[in-house]
């Protein structure tokens, strides 16, 4: 059985305890549709939220395994809300995508604390094989 829990910022019930959470972090409704069938596809509950406010307080009342997160938010920067991550968490991994790569480069994001780096659209197999390896990586 597949277990997903889909919750929006203003949504304050904790994520499902099964498997690994993702807090996905997007303005836009349909990459968060498209992200909820992802994971439960991989079997992992995914929270979300369209604001960096709203995802400091998932993080706050979710136990995280990995976050997914947007460069260009409504309000605050991606690259901040990164900065903000890494420095209450800091060995939680990070994804960060991009429809706009002329914002900012791979090695800047990286340099900044993120583990993977991809431009929208997304190579699904790349992206597939980033996630797996930042939620299982501490697993032998």
């Not at 949504?11 to 498209?34: H, W």
């Not at 939220?49 to 997160?69: C, H, P, R, W, Y």
């Not at 706009?100 to 197999?125: M, R, T, W």
């Amino acid at each position: 059985c597949c277990l997903i829990s889909y919750l929006r910022e203003e949504e304050k019930r904790p994520a499902m305890q099964y498997g690994k959470t993702v807090l996905v972090v997007d303005d836009d409704p349909n990459i968060l549709s498209a992200f909820e069938e992802f994971f439960r596809k991989e079997e992992c509950c995914m929270i979300a939220s369209s604001s960096t406010e709203g995802a400091m307080e998932l993080l706050k009342q979710n136990s995280v395994d990995l976050i997914i997160t947007d460069i260009r938010l409504k309000g605050q920067s991606g690259v901040t809300f990164l900065l903000e991550v890494k420095r209450v968490r800091r060995v939680l991994p990070i994804i960060v995508m991009t429809g706009y790569p002329e914002v900012i480069s791979e090695s800047e994001v990286k340099q900044y604390g993120a583990d993977y780096f991809f431009q929208k659209p997304l190579n699904l197999e790349k992206f597939r094989d980033a996630v797996r390896k930042c939620l299982y990586r501490n697993i032998r």
